[in-house]
């Protein structure tokens, strides 16, 4: 098939250059810092991330406590979902890795024989991202963060062009976006399931809070205030 940016003289291969520059005037042990964080870190960090959303969701956990964490589910499950729908693209366009098509390209990893459009770490990351923000916009945007951050490591260890890291997020926020409601009706009635369950509970609510306790601090107390009064 067609392989995109085979010129150096288009504006993709140009900032691949000007990025994938600077590892050639860093230093060493920051390259290697760049290596790890591009190809292990960031996707940790967003794992951590999810665990973090959920672990401070369950503890104020109101009536939709369900739903929370069926969107929390989701964010795993649409990066991996992502990554199958680019199975059959990488074999469709058939992009070569930028080092293999240009000279010059300082490449921090080795081992990279597949093809290049779109990045898997870019989609991955992204995917996750989106989901996130839907669930928790403040966990999301930090998410949002570290998929941006993980597409400029991308280039700049010399393994992927830009446009295959736009590609990346791209794709990864169609399918966190677009599959979001069928997920939603799938997950949370299993969710809710899990929430009734006596050994299940505790992943959806925190033990101090298995009632459905409201989030409006004193609600609890007003109401049963009020209660009184009538019975009065």
């Not at 996750?128 to 916009?137: D, H, K, P, T």
């Not at 998929?147 to 736009?166: N, Q, S």
């Not at 590609?167 to 069928?182: K, M, R």
């Not at 004193?218 to 009020?226: I, K, P, V, W």
Request: one cysteine or more; aromatic letters at 8%; hydrophobic letters at 50%.
């Amino acid at each position: 098939m067609a392989v995109l940016a085979e010129s150096g003289s288009n504006p993709d291969v140009d900032l691949l250059y000007d990025i994938n520059g600077l590892a050639k005037d860093a230093p060493h042990w920051f390259d290697r810092v760049m290596e790890y964080v591009g190809e292990y870190g960031i996707l940790l960090g967003m794992v951590l991330l999810i665990l973090g959303c959920w672990w401070a969701g369950r503890r104020r956990a109101g009536e939709d406590a369900a739903s929370s964490v069926a969107a929390l589910v989701w964010a795993p499950l649409a990066a991996a979902l992502a990554v199958l729908v680019n199975v059959p693209i990488r074999g469709f366009v058939e992009r070569p890795r930028p080092f293999r098509t240009h000279e010059g390209i300082e490449v921090l990893v080795s081992g990279k024989t597949d093809y290049s459009f779109v990045s898997d770490h870019a989609t991955i990351t992204m995917a996750m991202a989106v989901a996130l923000f839907v669930a928790n916009r403040r966990f999301g945007l930090v998410g949002i963060a570290l998929a941006l951050l993980e597409g400029f490591c991308r280039v700049y260890m010399g393994v992927h062009y830009p446009t295959d890291v736009v590609g990346g997020f791209a794709l990864g926020t169609a399918v966190a976006l677009l599959l979001s409601p069928l997920a939603m009706a799938l997950l949370t009635p299993l969710l809710k399931a899990v929430e009734r369950s006596p050994k299940g509970a505790w992943l959806i609510r925190a033990r101090g809070n298995r009632s459905g306790a409201p989030v409006i601090p004193g609600a609890r107390q007003e109401a049963a205030a009020s209660e009184r009064d009538l019975a009065a």
